[in-house]
């Protein structure tokens, strides 16, 4: 069934430590991109990438890096988790920036993650 | 600054129309996406406008004005698994998405 895999589904993981969030898709779509959503707010973008090889900051994107070394995969890496990195994390992807009609995105099932 | 308005939470009847409104203020405009949420699952793509007018898809409609910074999504026929968050987001001239923080749907018998 094409679509975006993300594990795990749940952590519980201590401040300090480090933590990957795997994200995966099988729908060759260019675009992948992190969100986190807390309660109250909207959806707020991490990181994105428009294509393999290439990633970007968005709106949120302190301590947390990404990497895109091929079109499928697009971890989410904290390096130090803290409280505030407490959240549900969904990864998206999409066809990408420059036709904005055919940009709809699928997100994956979402991670929550809790830091204590 | 962007910014996207939406009511935080609204209650309908079974069977009933309801009109969730969105108003957003974005630097340039690439469109306007709604999608659903269901608790504790992944938002999932309603529709996409980017000219003014309503686009009607079944029981679903959805509204643009691009001169008022406004949308509205239109639910018929209100049924119990309509039950959901409903996300209003604007592309901005970096064909990046802004999100409001989303409506919460009750439906009652």
């Known amino acids: 069934i094409a679509g975006i895999t993300q594990a795990p589904t749940s952590q519980i993981l201590a401040a300090g430590r480090r933590m990957t969030l795997r994200c995966t898709q099988d729908m060759r779509h260019n675009a992948m991109y992190w969100y986190r959503q807390d309660l109250g707010l909207g959806l707020r973008l991490i990181h994105y990438?428009?294509?393999?090889?290439?990633?970007g900051k968005g709106e949120v994107p302190d301590g947390y890096s990404v990497s895109r070394a091929n079109t499928d995969d697009f971890p989410l890496t904290l390096a130090s988790a803290v409280p505030s990195q407490t959240s549900v994390y969904f990864c998206?992807?999409?066809?990408?920036?420059?036709?904005?009609?055919?940009?709809?995105?699928?997100f994956g099932a979402g991670s929550r993650l809790t830091v204590l | 600054g962007q910014n996207i308005d939406q009511p935080t939470e609204m209650t309908a009847t079974e069977g009933a129309i309801v009109q969730i409104n969105c108003t957003y203020q974005?630097?340039?405009?690439?469109?306007l996406f709604w999608y659903q949420q269901h608790a504790g699952e992944a938002p999932t793509f309603l529709s996409y406008?980017?000219l003014d007018g309503l686009e009607e898809k079944g029981r679903f409609s959805s509204f643009l004005s691009r001169s008022k910074g406004y949308s509205y999504l239109l639910l018929k026929e209100l049924q119990m698994k309509d039950s959901a968050s409903y996300l209003c987001?604007?592309?901005?001239?970096?064909?990046?998405?802004?999100w409001g923080a989303g409506t919460k749907l009750i439906i009652k018998p």
């Open positions: 990438s428009n294509t393999a090889g290439t990633t």
């Open positions: 406008n980017v």
């Open positions: 998206a992807s999409g066809q990408g920036q420059g036709d904005s009609g055919a940009n709809v995105l699928t």
């Open positions: 987001a604007a592309m901005d001239s970096n064909y990046q998405l802004i």
């Open positions: 974005t630097s340039g405009f690439n469109g």
